[in-house]
């Protein structure tokens, strides 16, 4: 049913896995925390390779969902100046912001700055989305600091990064999947 603890090529302690098998399951698995244990969800035809497979699969999963919840307001601001250093070197006054952080507030919006203080928030609902997601909401956000409207000389700093169209797609696709009516603009 289970596996034992063990140690990882890493050195890290790998977690004890429970595998719930179904009958109803047909083609989904997923998986989630139980204190110290990790539940696998698989259909019950899984053979045992599939099985270690997807237990594999959903534990490096878990771990990089887990590793995107810990991303801080002090790594947020480190990589708005990589961003800055990238897609904006000519602006690198006007777009250095005095505070990036992560904020709960904010559930019409995926980013907001404040031209007057230099401080931009990210909603902590991009935290747990793919790094070129978050990349481009910052970049959003500090071109804000260079052009505070949305005019055509906004949108060629933004279309600087490459992901842009992707991104936007993106996040329109969350907002209408989860109905929050969130825009970038």
Not at 90 to 98: D, K, S, T, Y
Not at 155 to 173: C, D, I, N, Q, S
């Amino acid at each position: 049913m289970g596996s034992t603890p063990g140690l990882r090529r890493t050195g890290v302690r790998k977690p004890v896995v429970e595998v719930r098998r179904s009958q109803r399951r047909r083609r989904t698995v997923s998986a989630y925390r139980d204190g110290e244990r990790v539940v696998v969800l698989i259909p019950a035809r899984f053979s045992r390779a599939e099985e270690r497979e997807w237990v594999d699969r959903m534990l490096a999963r878990l771990d990089a969902r887990e590793q995107r919840s810990r991303r801080t307001d002090a790594a947020l601001q480190a990589r708005a100046a990589r961003i800055v250093a990238r897609y904006l070197p000519e602006h690198a006054g006007a777009a250095r912001p005095v505070s990036v952080r992560w904020v709960t507030n904010q559930n019409g919006r995926w980013g907001s700055c404040t031209p007057a203080d230099g401080t931009i928030r990210i909603s902590h609902r991009v935290q747990e989305m793919p790094d070129w997601v978050i990349d481009y909401v910052l970049l959003h956000e500090l071109a804000h600091l260079v052009v505070p409207s949305h005019s055509a000389d906004f949108w060629g700093l933004v279309a600087r990064y490459p992901k842009t169209e992707r991104a936007r797609g993106y996040l329109e696709g969350v907002s209408a999947a989860a109905c929050l009516g969130m825009s970038d603009e």
